[in-house]
């Protein structure tokens, strides 16, 4: 069984929906997510507080996975 990694990032999203997307993402058996912290060293209140996801998944999961992505990546 194929072990998948990868990192997201969704430029400006607010903390609050990187949560949700995670919250969604660990739903699915098999997924595992990270908030990756910010690495920029100056504050900018329209930039969001995590600089992405990283989530790992087996590969029966990659279908379902990549519905949800694309589903929030559509609807921001």
């Known amino acids: 069984m194929?072990?998948?990694h990868r990192k997201i990032e969704?430029?400006?999203l607010p903390l609050a929906v990187y949560r949700?997307?995670?919250a969604h993402l660990r739903q699915v058996e098999g997924v595992?997510?990270?908030l990756m912290p910010q690495t920029s060293?100056?504050?900018d209140y329209y930039k969001s507080q995590i600089a992405?996801?990283?989530i790992s998944w087996k590969s029966e999961a990659e279908k379902r996975v990549q519905q949800i992505l694309d589903y929030y990546q559509n609807r921001y």
């Open 2 to 4: 194929e072990q998948i």
């Open 10 to 12: 969704f430029p400006n």
């Open 20 to 22: 949700e997307i995670a």
């Open 32 to 34: 595992s997510v990270d």
């Open 41 to 43: 060293s100056e504050f």
């Open 52 to 54: 992405g996801l990283s």
